[in-house]
């Protein structure tokens, strides 16, 4: 399964919608999708996907805004 | 201890000391003392000297302890509301607690700016009976209910700390609560008495945890209070250790079960820093029992004590027939003491189910399981339908009764998605009055969108389920044991 699709099936799996399916540049923050928390455990789902470490201090929101660049960022670090 | 006055003589005697950080704003104690003195004289001359709340609304604005402390000083208790709150729910919090003035940092900022109010203030302070601050929490209902807590619940509160802490001048407190709630209470005047500095971290730093952990770094934190699952999250990051913040010498945890696994790691990233559990509900002052918790301590027991009464209290384990059971045995955790609340504004019927007296002292029932060995208290769940969620405090019913509102719903249940032992989040399990298009993610998505409109955002659930019906048990109610099931 290519990178991005793990990267969207775990964040499906944490914030519980369609929507992230459905909409790639769906705004994650701003549109209610992740709060705080979900985003500490999507961080964790991240890092038990992959077996990686993710730097939680080292994430931009901006970074992080929308599925597509959460798994641009994930490509980066798993060198997909 | 005269509170008022303490924090004052910190604004007279150094006013250039820093009171407040927030989002690089700064508020000095002298600033802090004029505003807030200011403020009061046009608070006791636009308002009648009736002792109504002040509804003070914003987030973390230096405005916010303006707000707190002038109303105060006039005479009047403060009601904080955080901008998490949606307006109908503001709504309903303003005309139960009868305020007739919602204070926001800009509103707080023009009255500052234009003329000073013209008479002197003639105004009668807070005595000790006196209503200081209002803190509305879930109601099982739907309505939110305010706690009303006295100057001398808060003065209770705050002298045990002073004594349990030892806490010297040049404290740095971490501010993470939101005013709303009152864990802020212990950080906010615990600093303000000892002319510490409060730091305050923002909604926005939550989700940018780059910003997050820029902030902590820079705060010189020494006293961390918070709930477990924020420092939590905060240890994720495997460089949030002594390191990062090397004046931390203190963590005060509250607001929810705080597993052992979690001490360990803390003890072990913080090696200088004690580690503190603490435990109590909005209606006996922020906290009610607390100790120390080693590595001696989570070696003898299997799960982590919320510690010894406070000194000028006394906390009982009721059995079935509202007597206190033997030692090692479970029952209902009563507190007794003058931290406890005088009750719920506007809500006698609340205020009788919940409060008595006991041999002259107010007793509240806290609708905790509890059981004492070696003398310290132990938490084990609650006897209602009430939930901690990551640190807020749920009623289910709240959320339910606030779903069945919405014209689409006909019946819902709430539950909490359980994860090794703890509520992780809230499920919602929806039958509709008529169904709407779309399929079942789009319905979702709209009752998610209309019930934000009346509660904050963490009661509103992450997943819903509609259902054609909701499963019953034989008493005809809501089989709550098989919508477990389905989240399991």
């Not at chain 2, 004029?34 to 604005?61: F, N």
């Not at chain 2, 299997?302 to 059995?319: N, T």
């Amino acid at each position: 399964m290519p990178t991005s699709a793990r990267v969207i099936n775990v964040l499906h799996r944490v914030a519980g919608t369609d929507e992230v399916l459905r909409n790639p540049d769906i705004l994650l923050f701003e549109g209610g999708v992740l709060d705080s928390l979900g985003l500490v455990e999507l961080i964790v789902g991240l890092e038990e996907e992959f077996g990686i470490e993710i730097a939680p201090a080292e994430i931009e929101r901006e970074q992080w805004a929308t599925p597509r660049k959460i798994s641009t960022y994930i490509e980066a670090l798993v060198g997909a | 201890m005269d509170l008022l006055r303490r924090i004052d003589l910190w604004g007279r005697d150094f006013p250039e000391r820093v009171a407040h950080i927030s989002e690089e704003r700064r508020l000095s104690y002298g600033k802090l003392l004029h505003d807030s003195t200011a403020l009061a004289a046009h608070l006791a001359q636009d308002l009648p000297d009736d002792r109504s709340p002040v509804a003070v609304l914003g987030h973390k604005q230096p405005e916010m302890l303006v707000g707190f402390l002038g109303s105060v000083k006039a005479g009047h208790p403060y009601v904080p509301i955080d901008i998490a709150v949606p307006p109908q729910r503001v709504e309903r919090i303003l005309k139960t607690a009868g305020a007739r003035l919602m204070l926001t940092p800009d509103a707080i900022a023009d009255i500052l700016a234009g003329p000073a109010a013209s008479q002197p203030m003639r105004t009668r302070p807070l005595g000790p009976a006196d209503p200081f601050y209002l803190i509305f929490t879930s109601g099982s209902t739907g309505e939110p209910k305010g706690v009303i807590i006295t100057l001398a619940c808060l003065d209770s509160f705050l002298s045990w700390m002073l004594g349990a802490y030892s806490l010297g001048e040049g404290e740095v407190f971490l501010n993470r609560a939101p005013f709303t709630f009152d864990v802020s209470v212990m950080d906010t005047y615990l600093s303000l008495i000892t002319g510490g500095t409060l730091f305050s971290i923002t909604n926005d730093d939550l989700t940018n945890p780059k910003q997050l952990y820029r902030a902590l770094a820079a705060s010189g934190t020494t006293v961390w209070s918070s709930t477990p699952s924020f420092v939590e999250m905060c240890l994720l990051e495997r460089s949030f250790r002594a390191a990062m913040l090397p004046r931390l010498r203190l963590f005060v945890l509250a607001g929810e079960i705080l597993p052992p696994p979690l001490v360990r790691a803390l003890l072990d990233c913080f090696p200088e820093a004690e580690v503190w559990n603490a435990y109590g509900p909005t209606e006996a002052t922020v906290l009610a029992t607390a100790v120390r918790v080693d590595a001696a301590m989570l070696a003898r027991y299997p799960s982590v004590p919320i510690g010894y009464p406070k000194p000028d209290s006394r906390v009982l384990i009721f059995g079935p027939d509202g007597r206190p059971v033997a030692d090692g045995q479970r029952g209902e955790i009563i507190l007794v003491g003058p931290n406890v609340s005088i009750g719920y504004v506007g809500r006698p019927d609340l205020t009788a189910a919940a409060f008595f007296e006991l041999d002259g002292m107010r007793a509240y029932r806290t609708g905790d399981w509890g059981r004492r060995t070696d003398g310290l208290i132990f938490y084990e769940g609650r006897i209602d339908s009430q939930i901690k969620l990551h640190g807020h405090r749920i009623e289910l019913g709240d959320v339910e009764a606030n779903l069945q509102a919405l014209p689409a719903v006909r019946s819902a249940a709430v539950l909490p998605v359980v994860k090794e032992g703890r509520p992780e989040a809230l499920a919602a399990f929806v039958t509709l009055a008529e169904r709407p298009g779309g399929a079942d993610a789009e319905v979702s998505q709209s009752l998610k969108a209309q019930l934000s409109q009346r509660v904050p955002a963490y009661m509103v659930p992450r997943r819903f389920f509609i259902m054609d019906a909701l499963p019953l048990n034989t008493s005809g109610k809501v089989d709550r044991r098989k919508l477990a099931d389905m989240l399991a």
